[in-house]
């Protein structure tokens, strides 16, 4: 089983930057996804960023498209998200979700995704 906890959120302005951390412990999978997804009060999680564990493919929301990364660190079972020109409507609550396999159509939605964890916290402010 695949344990996630996520660290890095906080309060920013328009415009800023912020980095999330995943810690992955337990057993992580070899394959399938690690991906970002966020939930606004009152709106439905939708999925941020995704990487291929094995492959190390990326696939983005396109409204997140070319200021969001998303990167992952083997050696030491992270993965990160890194948001740069944060707006307003970035703000959410933030998780880390791992799937040990899904459909490459289907990597930004949340249903391939079996382990998550408890999230951080995003803010920004105008």
């Known amino acids: 089983q695949v344990q996630l906890m996520e660290s890095g959120g906080g309060s920013v302005n328009t415009g800023g930057s912020l980095t999330l951390s995943c810690a992955v412990s337990?057993?992580?999978?070899?394959?399938?996804?690690m991906g970002w997804f966020r939930q606004a009060p009152g709106k439905e999680r939708e999925g941020v960023a995704s990487?291929?564990?094995?492959?190390?493919?990326?696939a983005y929301l396109d409204s997140v498209k070319g200021r969001f990364t998303i990167s992952q660190d083997d050696a030491l079972n992270m993965v990160y998200l890194e948001m740069n020109a944060l707006k307003v409507e970035d703000t959410g609550m933030y998780y880390c979700a791992a799937a040990s396999s899904a459909f490459p159509s289907t990597r930004l939605t949340a249903r391939p995704y079996k382990s998550w964890g408890p999230g951080t916290q995003v803010t920004v402010s105008s």
């Open positions: 337990g057993h992580p999978y070899s394959r399938g996804y």
């Open positions: 990487i291929g564990i094995s492959t190390g493919s990326t």
